[in-house]
């Protein structure tokens, strides 16, 4: 019954056509220093509970514009019976596709637990096998003598934490023991705002990704603008060891909607890329400004305490890939002064955004 | 390795949040007497060389609006070594969730060979596994054996017809014997004229399918309107038998990017049932007509051979969902005549449309 | 040089054909004894400062699935100086569009005056002319005098009140004399929440409103779903006379992205109309409900102070059109309890959502 | 009433936000020595029969990619009697934004006329006033004295061709008197294969424009991919002079939904700029090449008279912006070979695209 009929196979591969779809790449800056690498370090395929081919997940990525990935299959959790192989396969089976379409793939796992410790990812591993063990100590023990980067996913998920999202003992045991690196900020739809705490709290690494378990555009409606939840990663350079280098030293955003959410020392030069201002005219009355937004993001700008004789909108919004005019009045005789904002989108801590001031 | 750990399965089950995304109806007209049912006879799974799970295709089905579905495997192909199950497996899995949303699934399987006789469907199969044998006609006798409704796969397949669309002995064989009931008129985006006149001629049923591998959002962008080939199957019922009725009569069209095809005399009840047409004002000049074209498929109207002092357009398109207001004009002091055109994107044969004629 | 040629036009006219696009009904729930008809009252045409002739306003709201319009044309602010008319041209041009379209058209004016007391609009004029007036009082008067429903516009507008939403004396005295009868609460992509306090407080009519200069496209992205912000107002009838009692009695709710705000009254039965819901399965140990969002809204549900023995969700998005299977655990041998969250994007108050129990 | 009250104007003005949306760059190739511009010779304001104010035309121009664009209202068609104007005005309301926009904005004015001869483009004029004439001949003397570049519009318009789109002899008098250098190949949704010949034929100028008179999204659905019918200038330099200088040595091509239409020998060099094609294997039994598309078109490839040792497809699209891998096969011992297609879509005559033949 298992027996392939070869004539039929070599007919099939004949005269092979491959096509690669169209790769929109994520228009946001670079750092001095640093490249932006867009990275999802969370999804699943059919070799756990996922429901697509792994080849599928490294297309995706190449038409979303990443740059690396993995495959975090569930240790523990496989509901798929008639697919028989061990913790590698789908990481295996992948590396192909990857290199020829130029993508970074890290090979990882989910560490599936009842909550605490609840679930764990650990990428940057050698062999994914020897991580199914019956306790889960054991587990994360294996994952640090590979020498993994391991993070908390979904801490406030409700399924696992249904009132309110805590942090338990065990998560300190994990955290002082080595075997916690960073948390996940964003994980698909879910938001956890205590993680921005944590992660500042105790030098952790702040991750978004997506968990995706369906085709993308299941969850994603791409007509619509939409991407999934990812990490931006900066690093020295595009390749595996580049960022591991920046995940530990958590240069990262999460980006999740239209929010990212980063340290406020990668945030204020991250912003400044994002934006040419420039002023293009003065007088006794008014400055003029020009400012493009030359980024993929929306910037939300609402005034903070200002000077009131400085006139200047309340609430200002740089739609993606736009340039605005914009003129501040001079009242009450004044010739220069603060322009205070805050970009309201552009996370530094839990509900707060990044203040700026242009000088004029 | 291979043992599950119960404790985490059962979590992940504890609190089940099933969401079903919406339903996109196809809205085309029904037949007096029969419902118009939309059906996709040619699909695949991670069981043969798909790249999705099989539950996949039914929510895909229920997203775009099917009624019926069949998943067929390829019986001689089935690269995916880790993937241990017989041939009937990918149907059974599907069983659950095709019930939870109402759609008819069909057992099928796709004899896979070598041109002659090329790839063929059998649906409404009991059992998919005798069909693999050594001999393709051993496979086709199984089939009818189990009285299996059986047809022609992308017979122009310029992988195994690389220069003309062949009609091979093979398929007299297959075609007298009682082998072949049907031909796919269009397979994804491959459109075969040559099956069109060979369906007429020897009294077939014409199909359409995708024969779809990825995820169905890979191969059609729904955001810009465009659908999945597929089969319109005119039946008394909205039943796995009542479809079996319809094919078996050759009551069927064949739904292709903006183009249906259908024998003439069932595309003439659908296109009368497509528009709504009504005369709104008469004077000695000129007649006023408003049509209303309520389906999602444009209608595209050309002048043919008519009396010119009857002046209308030349050419005209009714947009879908769209009512439209048409004068036309009298000459010469005639009073009335006949507005002939063809619906050029409604097929009754290779390169003719439907021919109408509105009396006025 | 203002001559015509007579021949050129009647050419151009000989076969009419009007071509009137798909209209897209907003499908939100109609309330007992109630029709919810879709309204926008303040639009601008190239009669003062917009961009589009008026028919282009009928044929958009024909599309958007508006009931009701109205051409509210600056009386003070008319730039367009080759434009040679009276302040009620607008309106009288569309009136055989609308009626064809089978729109209520409303005629009305902006007046246009800087803070105090802003910008108000007047429905439900006879005459526009007469409201040209030297004294803005003297505009409302007349606005009164012809028995107009007058609202205050966009009283966030920070242009007018560059830091802080200010409630002026010049208010207290237009409100105090029966000249306001509403404000909006959304005007745009403006957001006030101080209007709704204000309506709230002073037994004001809420409205919504696009203020469209513009193209409609230009400012919202149909392809995403995006809508112009309107007024639901909840009539009796489907007529100017059903709206203005509608109006009167404060049936109304403002639709502002996926935002709706009402008085709780009106958007209690809103939502109880917007969902089915069901209860399918009930064992000791839970209790599994089907909910299903029958409107174009997303309906964000957020778990309020509860019972902890009752496991349910925290946050749940019912997206539009679909239909959800939840399940809620009953555990310390509890056998039911309230269920209870708030509709956060259903506001009955200043950043308040409508709260909601279900007894299980 | 015709007053306008200086001091609310001001107020409009006094915080002046000017926003551009993002501009879609049209992505062609340039040819050899020559920059790809993209123009639209015919479009409509409110000072004729369009529907918008012209500044409209000028940032639609500029979110579609446009480098310029004429607005050639019609001379004897003003329907709108409220506007009260020169010929001029709507060219000179527009020249500030054209300027600030960076497009190319050329005075021009269309002739409108019963058939013979029909509409007429003049453009590059200096004066539109003039124009307006009792007879025909003496507008389009006028046309000339002034140095215009003329052309014919919609030929094949049914409203005055209802049958055949006939060359009359007034058209003989206008080409020979130097009264007409070009035609329209495509109007809006308007095809004319007849003009393809006669521009061949004749040594004439092929044009595709939008004649738009709608705002530009009511005609066109970006969200699909679709663009404005519109004209490819191969110019020297980015000017107005640059356009005059091709235009009369008939360097243009016409892009009418995925069809360009072009002389063969603009369109030979316009393909090899379209794609990357190179040989990435060789072996005895095949030849694997890497084909890239690097433009917004497809490219639709149909296989013509070949060897049929040498195994190809028979039909095969280049998607925008995508890259391929196909393997041709060698039989019979044949070690190379012609692989001869046609690029059915780039059309070089009348349903003919063009051929070519890449050496193997």
Same mark, same amino acid.
């Given at each position: 019954m298992k027996r392939t009929l070869i004539s039929?196979?070599?007919l099939m591969a004949c005269v092979l056509t491959m096509q690669a779809q169209q790769r929109n790449e994520i228009q946001v800056p @670079? !750092?001095?220093?640093?490249?932006? !690498?867009?990275?999802?370090?969370?999804t699943h395929t059919v070799y756990s509970d996922g429901l697509v081919w792994p080849t599928v997940r490294m297309e995706e990525a190449y038409r979303e514009g990443l740059d690396a990935i993995s495959l975090t299959e569930h240790i523990e959790y496989r509901p798929h019976k008639d697919i028989v192989a061990d913790h590698n396969r789908s990481y295996e089976i992948s590396q192909k596709k990857a290199k020829s379409l130029n993508l970074i793939l890290l090979r990882g796992s989910e560490i599936t637990r009842s909550m605490p410790p609840g679930h764990f990812n650990a990428i940057y591993l050698n062999d994914s096998n020897p991580l199914?063990? @019956?306790?889960?100590?054991?587990?994360?023990?294996?994952a640090k003598k590979q020498n993994a980067f391991i993070f908390w996913n979904h801490p406030g998920w409700d399924k696992q934490q249904p009132d309110t999202t805590l942090w338990w003992k065990e998560h300190t045991e994990l955290y002082e023991g080595g075997y916690m690196h960073g948390i996940e900020v964003a994980n698909g739809s879910l938001f956890v705002p205590e993680a921005i705490k944590w992660c500042l709290e105790k030098n952790l690494t702040m991750l978004g990704t997506s968990d995706i378990h369906q085709p993308i555009q299941v969850n994603y409606d791409f007509a619509k603008g939409e991407h999934r939840t990812m990490t931006f990663v900066f690093a020295k350079e595009r390749s595996a060891e580049g960022i591991r280098e920046a995940l530990e030293n958590r240069r990262t955003a999460v980006y999740y909607r239209d929010v990212v959410v980063a340290r406020k020392d990668l945030m204020l030069p991250f912003f400044e890329k994002c934006v040419d201002i420039k002023e293009v005219k003065r007088t006794d009355k008014a400055v003029t400004l020009q400012i493009v937004n030359k980024t993929d993001l929306p910037l939300k700008l609402k005034k903070t305490a200002h000077d009131t004789s400085l006139v200047y909108f309340r609430n200002y919004v740089l739609q993606p890939h736009t340039k605005h005019t914009l003129t501040i009045k001079f009242e009450n005789g004044i010739k220069g002064g603060d322009m205070n904002f805050e970009v309201t989108n552009l996370l530094v801590d839990v509900n707060k955004g990044l203040d700026y001031t242009i000088k004029l």
């Open positions: 039929a196979a070599a @670079d !750092l001095d220093g640093y490249i932006t !690498l867009k990275c999802d370090f969370h199914e063990q @019956d306790n889960w100590r054991d587990a994360f023990k294996e």
